[in-house]
């Protein structure tokens, strides 16, 4: 009995130990690691390496990919070398192998997208814009004759933040015609019917001004604003699209921190005249100026967490290179060394290096992709790290354009948060998401 037990023992041991033999061997770590999809751009190939001594069958749909440059839809692999696939055209297709042509051993699903190349910024450029209505930024009391103190907008239950589209039914996003209202509808002794926006609601409410005995005006008791304007840095030119992307971030007001709602802008060229060094717990800044008579580079239509994006007509000028080059998938970042283009003198783009020391996994748009950090000595001896008005900064790796610099780490000016390129094309308008590609493929 005793010798019956110790040898189910040593067999129980010797299948642990061929387990973690296996698990702990190359080609198991290849399978494991490797995606059950994959996302291709059309024309730029990939190579997969399971590093498994072993032949297989591989099979798919030939007019979305070919397998090793093969026309033929079934193909003998050997899967110890590397597996080359070329996306032609755009769709879903499954990649299946079979181990001997029999085995089911791998499906990968592959989805193939038009391919899509951009020319990088860099440039450092001044931004303007108006607002889709205005803006209430705060509540001011005003003084009536009664010796009392009143706030009218806050009486009509107007919050910070809150966007007034209209008044008495007629579009308003300038400030001037505000007096007019409020002493037409004052005297009048009728209130102001008013749409307003706050986040993604609408409502109407009605607000009744009130005389200021010290101004001797007639006052909505609120602080408004309209427009906005700043400077940050280019991130992308998509020439066959006619659009930009830039800052990498939401533009928002500066006393409530709400997005601005962009009902029109501009973007402008502008020169860094100096630099104000970032320091830990203080993030230095860019401080740039909008040229004299500079041209307008392009509109502004959107603002979104990833930036502003509207149309422009040419590369700006002073691009590091103007060649477009490839776009990479978020997927695609891995942590290791990169680059960034951005401007600390003048109006001359510069290449320093940066690590990307971490990659996020992100199925769907978030604004905190990776986190980088400053190698470069230059950089940090000329900026402490990442300034302000350095958000945008395109980050490239193995030669494709992957992100753009977001935010700084107070405590750290070394180090920061960058997006996924991905997401910023998306808003751009010129990158279907992947439910909508995947919908669209045939």
Known sequence: MYQKHSRKRRIGLVVVLMLCITVCSAPFQHFVKFPNELRMFQGQAVSLHY?????AQGSLNTQVAEINGSNNSSVRVDLSQPLSIQPKHSGVTDLKLKLFGRIPFKTVRLQVVPDLRVIPGGQTIGVKVKSAGIMVVGHHLVKTKE?????PGEEAKLRLGDLILEINGETCNDISKIAPY????????APLKLLVQRGKERFRTSLNPAFDEEDKAWRLGLYIRDSAAGVGTLTF???????YGALGHVITDMDTQTPIVVGSGEILQSNVNSISKSQNGEPGEKRASFLKGGRVLGSVERNTPFGIFGRMREVPEHAYNPEPMPVAFAEEVKEGPAQILTVVEKQKVERFNIEI???SKQSSPATKGMVIKITDPKLIERTGGIVQGMSGSPIIQNGKLVGAVTHVFVNDPTSGYGCFIEWMLQDAGIMLNPEQATSKAV
């Open 182 to 189: 409020a002493e037409s509808a004052g005297r009048n002794g």
């Open 147 to 151: 010796n009392t103190k009143v706030s």
């Open 237 to 243: 030119y998509a020439p066959d699209q006619g659009v």
């Open 357 to 359: 020391v971490h990659v």
């Open 51 to 55: 590093a498994m001594p072993v032949h």
